[in-house]
């Protein structure tokens, strides 16, 4: 399996030009022996604004960070943290089973654990030798 590279100015811009006030948060995708696990960095999103929902082994999160008042007498040299609403879609490098789903959110950390289905997992096959 080959990496998909992260590109933030792509995304955003791409996410931009349908919602100005969007953004797109990083995430980590690997496989374990009976699972596929996502990582979302969802820093300063409370867990109640997120939406997680899977069709298809593709996984969709959607959620909203709350924008804090941005006090217009200061003078930015750098603003870079976004509010607003996201949504990003993965599709899944396995079949899944969805209703088996759990997500865990932990200091800013969204961590959402999909069982394989059964045919995704890899199997063992033992080779019998007999000396003829």
Same mark, same amino acid.
């Given at each position: ?15 931009? /030009?349908?919602?100005?006030? &969007? %953004?797109?948060?990083? @995430? ?6 009976? !699972?596929?696990?996502?990582? #979302? ?38 603003? /870079?943290?976004?509010?607003? &609403? %996201?949504?990003?879609? @993965? ?6 089973? !969805?209703?088996?789903?759990? #997500? ?29």
């Amino acid at each position: 399996m080959s990496l998909i590279p992260w590109t933030p100015f792509l995304d955003t811009f791409d996410s931009l /030009e349908k919602n100005f006030s &969007s %953004f797109v948060p990083a @995430i980590d995708v690997y496989e374990e022996k009976d !699972a596929v696990v996502v990582e #979302a960095t969802l820093a300063g999103i409370k867990p109640e604004n997120v939406a997680i929902n899977i069709h298809d082994d593709v996984l969709t999160l959607e959620g909203q960070r709350e924008s804090s008042s941005e006090i217009e007498e200061k003078n930015y040299y750098r603003k /870079e943290v976004r509010s607003g &609403s %996201f949504h990003r879609s @993965i599709v899944l490098p396995t079949a899944v089973i !969805a209703d088996k789903a759990k #997500a865990n959110f932990e200091n800013g950390l969204l961590k959402i654990v999909l069982p394989k289905e059964e045919q995704a997992k890899p199997k063992s096959i033992k080779i019998d030798i007999s000396n003829k």
